[in-house]
């Protein structure tokens, strides 16, 4: 199926550039979309890149989008300042504007070789023709828009550089601004940062620039407006044109704070209909930005105390059903023991790890992890090292809490453990009382008796401190020794030996 989409050399459509980075650091923020190759897709050669290209995922070319990030964040800063205070600001400004765009224009010409990710079939594309025709289609334009110095060339043909039209193109610079949301984006999926700080900090920056554009947009409704003395600023400072910059900045951000939070001294307010009309489009901004953070931090919170409260209605849960039940307190406390030690073994996600590899991966993991340990049993001792992989796969590992029973006398014998790590007494319960008759180290088995002779437990084991078992279903081990009859016969050998 899907032949179509196979890579083919003369379309140049490859897949060099992995998710991965290599270099342990735990970036895979360009796994969603170059992770997943299209459906019946052959496995290509590693293909060079073109002589001029340029790697999305290289240390280089992340280097400069970090450095057109901090000049984004400038360019979101004084664009609204530009717009509400253009004839008050100095020179300087609209200099540094102009390298600022200078360096996006280099970076329009340098995504003309920069590879793609195809939509469709999750492959890379690094012909330079369907590279410059995908980015002529989409946000070409709109990245020349936000690059060209308007001002600059305003002033080569008229004086009229102050004007209400070229402020709007101006505007049209926080066009840049989709950098910084992909930034977060990319961000919340690396794992070296965390990923409650880096949202906190994303709910932080959307809330200083709302703040600061409302600020900005009333305070250039207010300098336009022909009376200045019926402005929200005006009626509180008459001179308010003639104050530095600074002063006049300060209270456009105080109006927007205190109209943002719905605190509303009263000092600052609406004064002619068209600031009446501006204020009551912020408010309702400000109730879905309101509704936005909300949600979001409610998240937050949420996801990390949702563990915490499952845990405490958990031990509450089974308290309560041990003082209903009237449990002896030696059964309440392995019962309470247990439930602590899942809790912790789940905050390790190590099991939600495995569940999620296929079967082959997680095989070699627990042959990895516990080939020696298996080998090492005396009742393995001399068996193949087929049989010991096939007993390894189908193994599960679980951790047991100190003073917890793993298997009781008298038990039907339904699974055979194997001690990795801890210790285990072995007890019998005689005449109503009970006696430890040893002990069970590392490497040890539980249970190999009755499970092999399918007859009762002979004993009680329980674990003396915190333990880690491997555990196998007998129908599994009767399987895996009919398939392999002559270490069958070395099993049963060695369990006479040592039982005689």
């Given amino acids: ?96 504007d102009d390298v600022v765009n200078g360096f996006f224009a280099v970076d329009i010409l340098l995504t003309f070789f920069v590879p793609y990710v195809d939509n469709r079939s999750y492959l890379v594309v690094d012909d330079p023709k369907k590279i410059a025709l995908r980015y002529l289609s989409t946000w070409f334009i709109f990245d020349v828009c936000s690059t060209v110095p308007f001002r600059s060339i305003t002033r080569l043909f008229t004086r009229h550089e102050h004007s209400l039209g070229l402020k709007f193109l101006n505007v049209l610079r926080l066009w840049r601004l989709r950098r910084v949301s992909s930034l977060f984006a990319r961000l919340e999926k690396d794992i070296r940062f965390n990923y409650a700080v880096i949202r906190c900090t994303k709910l932080i920056s959307v809330t200083l620039f709302a703040v600061h554009c409302a600020g900005c947009i009333n305070y250039l409704i207010a300098d336009r407006y022909p009376d200045p003395a019926r402005t929200w600023i005006g009626a509180a400072h008459p001179d308010f044109r003639e104050d530095g910059l600074w002063v006049r900045y300060v209270t456009c951000l105080y109006w927007s704070i205190t109209t943002m939070t719905t605190t509303g001294y009263g000092d600052l307010h609406a004064q002619n209909a068209r600031e009446m009309l501006f204020g009551i489009s912020y408010m309702l901004f400000n109730l879905w930005l309101t509704a936005y953070l909300i949600g979001n931090m409610t998240n937050l919170v949420v996801h990390s105390t949702s563990r915490t409260r499952d845990f405490r209605d958990m031990v509450q849960a089974a308290t309560e059903f041990a003082a209903r039940n009237q449990l002896p307190r030696q059964i309440e406390e392995q019962m309470l023991n247990h439930i602590c030690l899942r809790f912790k073994a789940e905050g390790l996600k190590q099991q939600d790890t495995l569940d999620i590899l296929p079967k082959a991966m997680r095989s070699s993991i627990s042959l990895y992890l516990f080939f020696p340990v298996v080998q090492g049993a005396y009742l393995f001792r001399g068996v193949s090292p087929s049989f010991i992989q096939q007993l390894v796969t189908e193994m599960v590992a679980e951790y047991y809490a100190p003073k917890e029973d793993i298997i009781l006398q008298n038990e039907y014998p339904s699974d055979l453990h194997l001690l990795v790590t801890g210790e285990v007494d072995i007890v019998a319960f005689l005449d109503g009382t009970e006696q430890v008759y040893g002990k069970a180290t590392e490497g040890g088995l539980l249970g190999e008796i009755g499970v092999l002779c399918n007859k009762p437990q002979p004993f009680t084991f329980r674990t003396a401190k915190l333990s880690q078992v491997l555990r196998i279903s007998r129908p599994k081990l009767m399987d895996i020794i009919q398939e392999n009859a002559e270490d069958g016969e070395i099993i049963r050998i060695n369990l006479e030996q040592v039982n005689v």
Wanted: some cysteine.
């Fill in 1 to 96: 199926m899907a032949r179509s989409s196979r890579a083919r050399t003369g379309s140049r459509v490859t897949r060099c550039f992995p998710c991965y980075d290599g270099d342990r650091t735990g970036d895979f923020s360009g796994c969603p979309n170059d992770l997943l190759p299209s459906l019946g897709a052959t496995a290509a050669a590693q293909p060079t890149s073109g002589k001029y290209l340029v790697s999305p995922y290289g240390r280089r070319y992340r280097v400069w989008e970090t450095f057109l990030i901090l000049l984004v964040v400038y360019s979101a800063w004084i664009c609204p300042l530009e717009f509400a205070f253009l004839r008050h600001l100095p020179r300087a400004p609209f200099v540094v």
